[in-house]
């Protein structure tokens, strides 16, 4: 094979950065392009596995074939302010305007808690816990990030819509809400790190590339211990944070010595 396959991936990936192939077209067949090279299907092979190495496809299973990721980040000016809209709380990561859409039927299932969530929440790895996760964008974006929720088994006892998939208006915030636990207060994690195989399944990327994960943790004013957590997935190269730094009274300008001059 040489390094044939490093010009293959070369060519392919000038055609991505030019805009021959665009965000969510997909590549010829890996038959197409060994005819179009003239070369074997190892040679493609590798050439692809380089693109999806870098982030720049996606490799599918079955039908699904070999698709151009999206380029580019998302700039998140995060603030602390949580809103609220028609259908229950925005969190900080959701700017005014925006419509979000869910990827695929979302879903609620008891399974046991991994050491991350677990130690947020306070209990146990490996504890049966209600588990709700969607995977979401931006309207007319492929998927974005992950979100996954894992309720407190007491707080389920407490509620225990929250356990069902249609958990009515407000969504299971509003329910925990509603059974005592408002109003929840939240405060955020956040952290890089590789995505478990499920999540980048998922958003469509290797488990080679860092996300960006922003846990997010309810506290119940009831009892002030945590009720809920949340993981929010993105991968590392769709998003840019940015957040406005304020002077404290004792950083403001003019400084004393300058006004008593």
């Known amino acids: 094979?040489?390094?044939?396959?490093?010009?293959?991936?070369?060519?392919?990936?000038?055609?991505?950065?030019?805009?021959?192939?665009?965000?969510?077209?997909?590549?010829?067949?890996?038959?197409?392009?060994?005819?179009?090279?003239?070369?074997?299907?190892?040679?493609?092979?590798?050439?692809?596995?380089?693109?999806?190495?870098?982030?720049?496809?996606?490799?599918?299973?079955?039908?699904?074939?070999?698709?151009?990721?999206?380029?580019?980040?998302?700039?998140?000016?995060?603030?602390?302010?949580?809103r609220r809209g028609p259908s229950g709380y925005l969190m900080p990561a959701a700017q005014p305007g925006d419509v979000w859409t869910v990827h695929g039927t979302p879903t609620v299932e008891t399974r046991p808690i991994p050491e991350r969530p677990a130690e947020?929440?306070?209990?146990?790895?490996?504890?049966?816990?209600?588990?709700?996760?969607?995977?979401?964008?931006?309207?007319?974006?492929?998927?974005?990030?992950?979100?996954?929720?894992?309720?407190?088994?007491?707080?389920?006892?407490?509620?225990?819509?929250?356990?069902?998939?249609?958990?009515?208006?407000?969504?299971?915030?509003?329910r925990l809400e509603e059974a005592g636990h408002g109003p929840i207060s939240w405060r955020e994690h956040i952290r890089a790190r590789h995505p478990e195989a499920d999540e980048a399944a998922a958003l469509g990327i290797p488990t080679a590339m860092p996300v960006l994960e922003i846990a997010r943790v309810g506290t119940s004013a009831r009892t002030g211990a945590p009720v809920e957590v949340t993981l929010c997935v993105?991968?590392?190269?769709?998003?840019?944070?940015?957040?406005?730094?304020r002077r404290a009274p004792g950083a403001r300008w003019p400084r004393a010595e300058q006004e008593n001059r």
């Open 120 to 174: 947020l929440l306070g209990i146990g790895p490996g504890t049966p816990v209600v588990r709700r996760r969607r995977i979401t964008s931006p309207a007319g974006d492929p998927p974005y990030q992950v979100a996954t929720t894992w309720i407190h088994p007491d707080a389920v006892a407490d509620a225990p819509q929250v356990a069902e998939a249609h958990t009515g208006p407000g969504g299971y915030l509003d």
């Open 234 to 245: 993105i991968p590392a190269d769709r998003v840019e944070l940015v957040q406005e730094l």
């Open 1 to 82: 094979m040489s390094a044939r396959y490093r010009d293959i991936a070369n060519e392919l990936r000038k055609r991505i950065t030019t805009g021959q192939y665009r965000p969510g077209d997909r590549l010829p067949t890996y038959a197409a392009l060994a005819d179009e090279f003239g070369v074997g299907r190892g040679a493609i092979s590798a050439a692809i596995a380089l693109l999806q190495q870098e982030g720049l496809v996606h490799v599918s299973g079955g039908r699904g074939g070999t698709t151009v990721r999206p380029q580019g980040a998302r700039r998140i000016r995060r603030g602390t302010t949580v």
